[in-house]
Nanobody, 120 residues
Framework: QVQLVESGGGLVQPGGSLRLSCAAS????????MAWHRQAPGKERELVAS???????NYADSVKGRFTISRDNAQNTVYLQMNSVKPEDTAVYYC??????????????WGQGTQVTVSS
């Protein structure tokens, strides 16, 4: 089965930076769209950022200009660089992988999540 393992979460002060990593295994990483989602207490899980196999990125309005998603296909890893973090960024962050083609959208594979807490 596809395995996604997030790391890099933790406690960070407002205005600080954090870099999340998602290491993928048992999948042809280069053909997958990868994404980061987050879920804050009492809220629905929301899309934070995504990057297609072709390198096209998409960001939630709330993180534009602050977060950057990137991928290293050689290392089967997707990253989320979080800069200028705010308390409202506090959430469990999840990595997602999905094959998306014009004629087929595959299942979503999820990591276990990593907690990010922004607090002074």
């Amino acid at each position: 089965q596809v395995q996604l393992v997030e790391s890099g979460g933790g406690l960070v002060q407002p205005g600080g930076s954090l870099r999340l990593s998602c290491a993928a295994s048992r999948l042809f990483f280069n053909i997958y769209t990868m994404a980061w989602h987050r879920q804050a207490p009492g809220k629905e899980r929301e899309l934070v950022a995504s990057i297609t196999n072709g390198g096209i990125t998409n960001y939630a309005d709330s993180v534009k200009g602050r977060f950057t998603i990137s991928r290293d296909n050689a290392q089967n890893t997707v990253y989320l660089q979080m800069n200028s973090v705010k308390p409202e960024d506090t959430a469990v962050y999840y990595c997602r992988a999905q094959v998306i083609r014009t004629d087929y959208s595959g299942p979503n594979y999820w990591g276990q999540g990593t907690q990010v807490t922004v607090s002074s």
